[in-house]
Nanobody
Framework: QVQLVESGGGLVQPGGSLRLSCAAS????????MGWYRQAPGKERELVAI???????NYGDSVKGRSTISRDNARNTVYLQMNSLKPEDTAVYYC???????????????WGQGTQVTVSS
């Protein structure tokens, strides 16, 4: 069983910063792409940032230039540093990971429970 546990969300003023963390735990062989998506009320879930196990990042247009994704493969953890936050960044942020549960098995996508980020004065 694989679990993704997010932390670091909260209330921040416009222009402020937040750092989200997501740690994978359980029994698995390896993790491939790992990263973040978000969903605002009434909107579809969208890509924020993802990173391959080789540390190649991919950013969504809405956060490009304002956010940095990183990961620690030894700790099975991915981080998202968000700067210059805007009210439109308000959303539930979900961690996602492609997990290979056993050697030679196909990766399965797992989701965390989500963490709320609210940008408001």
């Amino acid at each position: 069983q694989v679990q993704l546990v997010e932390s670091g969300g909260g209330l921040v003023q416009p222009g402020g910063s937040l750092r989200l963390s997501c740690a994978a735990s359980g029994s698995f062989f390896s993790i491939g792409v790992m990263g973040w998506y978000r969903q605002a009320p009434g909107k579809e879930r969208e890509l924020v940032a993802i990173m391959s196990s080789a540390h190649v990042p991919n950013y969504g247009d809405s956060v490009k230039g304002r956010s940095t994704i990183s990961r620690d493969n030894a700790r099975n953890t991915v981080y998202l540093q968000m700067n210059s936050l805007k009210p439109e960044d308000t959303a539930v942020y979900y961690c996602n990971a492609d997990v290979q549960v056993r050697a030679l098995s196909s990766p399965i996508g797992y989701w965390g429970q989500g963490t709320q980020v609210t940008v408001s004065s």
